[in-house]
């Protein structure tokens, strides 16, 4: 698999919940890179447009209102294969439909309170990454670990 980088964030029900450690932890153990890091208060603007494909749903006015209802933790993840294998991390968008072990399978039940955002595709990870981080924030360093992980 190639080296990729994904975007992951814990929405404000993961945070005011207090599973910002329980999420990274997850990501961490698996063996991936942590590359950029923020507690952030989101603009509605960003919520629309980070949310803008899905602009013409009942649910999108609910579900941008949720986004900026309080901070949000910003992440992005780097390894191979990273974006499909966050979201299997993750676990469906209907947390009834996650599977056990996933994040939305152990920690969530309603499908608008779903702890937590990945990228679904390499080119909305580069997209969204862009998005939230702009030109600073993400950091490039040696992972001294990763002859551990890497053959
Ligand atoms: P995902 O977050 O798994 O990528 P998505 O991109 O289809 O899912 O939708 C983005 C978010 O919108 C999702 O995490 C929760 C909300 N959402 C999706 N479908 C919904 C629905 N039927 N009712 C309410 N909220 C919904
Ligand atoms: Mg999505």
Redesign the pocket.
């Known amino acids: 698999f190639e080296t990729e980088k994904t975007y992951v964030m814990v929405k404000p029900d993961g945070v005011q919940r207090g599973l910002v450690g329980n999420i990274i932890s997850r990501f961490e153990t698996k063996g991936f890179h942590l590359k950029g890091l923020k507690l952030f208060q989101c603009p509605k603007e960003l919520a629309e447009t980070h949310?803008g494909d899905?602009s013409e749903?009942p649910?999108f006015p609910d579900?941008v209102d949720y986004i900026v209802s309080g901070p949000v933790v910003c992440m992005v993840w780097e390894g191979p294969g990273v974006v499909k294998s966050a979201r299997k991390l993750?676990g469906a968008?209907n947390p009834l439909e996650s599977e056990p072990g996933t994040i939305r399978g152990d920690l969530a039940i309603e499908?608008?309170r779903?702890v937590v955002?990945?990228s679904?595709s390499v080119e909305n990870g580069e997209k969204e990454i862009g998005l939230w981080f702009g030109d600073e924030g993400v950091i490039e360093w040696e992972q001294a670990m990763s002859p551990w992980l890497r053959e």
């Open positions: 949310y899905l749903k649910f579900l993750i968008t499908v608008g779903n955002h990945g679904d």
